[in-house]
């Protein structure tokens, strides 16, 4: 077992490179599988769920090959494993990709239900939906998913919006006959991404980012060379750490235009925020003010960057209100972040957030991934000496985050406790 100790107090200063999306990329490497053929996957981020897929397509039979440590050669071409056990599965969320992606080649797959962070029921009817309206026969028994058929296009109307499901309907669709037509689908710039990718490995997909995703069928794709997106989470919890310890810091590897929504709240909270092409400077000279907040499916604020606003509005000027659209228990950072001074009242999907004037070291937990990330940026500003624990949800999402902040000054460190040590603790 790992923790994290961090020494608060240090504003943030100085430059950091922003790794490939992991969203992204959790998607793309089993959209590989589509092509039967060797794609090389560029600017994917060093995280523990990247390293989940690859092993996963290592052990279905596919060659998997580090070129260097963000770029892996995939050759899919004698892949015939057709499904994905519990162990492996339960390690990420987004193993359910492995469904859409082998049912479009293979036109079957076995997919165990999927692990990931507690954010609340989660469940995946929506991408059943889409399978089922393609003509995949669906059974669910044992933990286990499995769907088959012989796919057609068709027209899918989802009845909330799912990123999952949009990305997975899509890699089901590039090879199925005739056309399919998503409406009410997920528009984040991933989707966008994962559309780029199958359409240079020769699918047909046009309107990726709008209200309406269409797919015409194509009879086989091919091999490609393709660089993942800027990971926008990863960049805003940088420019919540500049914002809130009162720092300066240039965050290079970025697309300005996908930190919209983020910049607007972190300007509207006090933050000044420079954009160049594909760098973006944050600091802060005057206080940290109360702003609404509202996360909702893009282009609205992104419910991965909830728990980070709460660290920095936990000790704004003023009151703020923050409802969580997306996922009912993104409020579990709450009782950690009390633990180190914050007032915060949370009444279902709302919190009301009293700022106060400091926030004190403590032990603490991620709860999740951003939520982890969240309590590394609170004790990065509270005084005193903080013990994070739980960092695994952490290594999900962020690379090299350790070394990353100690480069921008950040007192920061990763310790081993040994498991008999943890035994006798609890």
Known sequence: MDKFVIRGGNPLVGEVSIGGAKNAAVAILPASILAGDTCVIENLPSISDVAASARILSDMGAAVK??????????????????????????????????????????KASVAMPGGCDLGPRPIDQHLKAFAAMGAEIDVRSGMIHVAGKLTGAHIFFDTVS?????????????????????????????????????????????????????????????????????????????????????????????????EPITAKLERAGAIIEEYDDSMRVYRTGDILPVNIKTMPHPGFPTDMQSLMGVLLSV???????????????FRYVDELRRMGANIQVEGRTAVVEGVPELSAAPVRATDLRAGAAMVMAALYAHGESEIE???????????????????????????????????AL
């Open 66 to 107: 580090m070129l260097n440590r963000s770029t892996l050669e995939i050759d899919t071409a004698h892949l015939t494993d057709t499904s994905v056990s519990n162990d492996m599965s339960r390690q990420m969320r987004a193993s359910y990709y492995f469904l859409g992606a082998l049912l479009g080649r293979f036109g």
């Open 163 to 259: 990123v999952g499901a949009t990305i997975n309907a899509m890699l089901a669709a590039v090879r199925a006959e005739g056309q399919t037509v998503l409406e009410n689908v997920a528009k984040e710039p991933h989707i966008v991404d994962v559309a780029n990718f199958l359409n240079t490995m020769g699918a047909d997909i046009r309107g990726a980012g709008t209200d309406a995703i269409k797919i015409r069928g194509v009879k086989e794709l091919h091999g490609c060379t393709y660089a993942i997106i800027p990971d926008q989470i990863e960049a805003g919890t940088y420019m919540v750490g500049a914002a809130l310890t009162g720092g300066n810091v240039l965050i290079k590897n970025v697309i300005p235009k996908h930190l």
């Open 390 to 424: 739980d960092i695994g949800h952490i290594k999900r999402g962020y690379e090299d985050i350790v070394q990353k902040l100690r480069s921008l000054n950040a007192d920061i460190r990763c310790v081993h406790v040994p498991e008999t040590v943890m035994r006798e």
């Open 316 to 330: 704004a000027k003023g009151t703020s209100i923050i409802t969580e659209g997306i996922w009912e228990n993104r």
